[in-house]
């Protein structure tokens, strides 16, 4: 029976579409599930207004102030979240004078800018930009900056971070497993005292509030481990991506991390796709069954207009979202892609916190340019 096709449609998704049409995926369990392909006479993001509580938002992530930028006590500003996944931004000026243990899940650190070292029980991870450091939940550890200016995204998720399945695509696809990096045992001594201390903190964050405990040595006294479990790093230069040079492939095909939830995606650059007839831009998609989260690293963000590094944006489930109007004009015209970015989809709808509305762009959601742009249209599709 399945799969149906009626009216004006293409032979294949993303591929020569029919004149003046523009192609929704609606798609279920992101982009693994059954879908359909809508092909529409308007791009769906022509609204001209919205009522209710589901809109797109536009976060400026470096208006956020978390309270560890000037206090070296302070901790992360947590901008979205619900009860699988919290996202929140460091901003970490000088080393941590406590370790920390986060018992209420697993972290994954993405370091937009910043130097140094993070402590851990298994040993320190160096970071730089563009790692991910994976920190399992409970695992002790300490942010040693070696410069001021550092900018972490940080993912906590209620469940572990895993690596995606391969599949079809083979073992080493995406990133070869090896080019992961773990640390080595370091075991810090009463010599390594921050701070000319005499007692060590550990700051344990379970069901949001912290617990301290206190010790008269260096607590990550570790001279070896084993085992399956570890804190690990990837970069995004070590992200290796896939592609079809006749098919634009969903996002879905740019995972880097699975966890009970949400996943997390790595856009890195890319050539386009050379079919002349193929899709080169996101096609628009309701997405049916995830909350979209993506932010922006570093490059020329192409499909989004007026898009920094440090900014982020929220698409909730229900409404759609795709490319700008100027990227779907000019898709033509670039060969290759240049951007950096990671997304986040949440299986459960992903709420805007407090300190998230306050860096917020309200008008994010005209930026389609429908409001002008397709007020303009309307009148001369009726003048006669
Ligand atoms: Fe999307």
Sequence with gaps: MFPLKK?????????????????????RKGFYGKSAHLYHTHPPTDWIRFEGKLRPHLFDLNKLEPTDRQNAGGEPATFLGNNDVLVSVSRRSRPMPFYFRNSDGDELYFVHRGRGVIETDFGPLNYEKGDYIVLPRSVTYRV???????????????AEFNQPERGLLGQHALY????????EPDPLSADDAFDNRDEWEVRIRCEGEYSKVFYPFNPLDVV?????LTAWKINLRDIRPVMSHRAHLPPSAHTTFVTEGAVVCSFVPRPLEQDADALK????????????????HDGDFFSKDNIEPGYATLHPRGIHHGPHPKALANQ??????DEYAVMLDGLNPIHVLPAGEQAEWADYWASW????RGKERRKAETVP
């Excluded at 001021?148 to 209620?158: C, G, R, T």
């Excluded at 070896?224 to 399956?228: E, F, I, S, Y």
């Excluded at 033509?332 to 892609?337: E, F, L, Q, S």
């Design 7 to 27: 009216g004006k449609t293409t032979q294949q998704a993303h591929v020569g579409l029919p004149q003046g049409t523009y192609e929704e995926e609606h798609g």
């Design 144 to 158: 040693v900056p070696e410069i001021d200016d550092n900018f972490f995204l940080i993912i906590q998720s209620k």
């Design 176 to 183: 070869d497993p090896a080019a992961v990096t773990v640390p």
């Design 224 to 228: 070896g481990w084993k085992g399956d």
């Design 281 to 296: 831009v996101p096609f628009f998609h309701r997405n049916t069954d995830y909350d979209e989260f993506i932010f922006y």
């Design 332 to 337: 033509g015209k670039k060969t290759h892609t």
């Design 369 to 372: 340019g429908a409001g002008a």
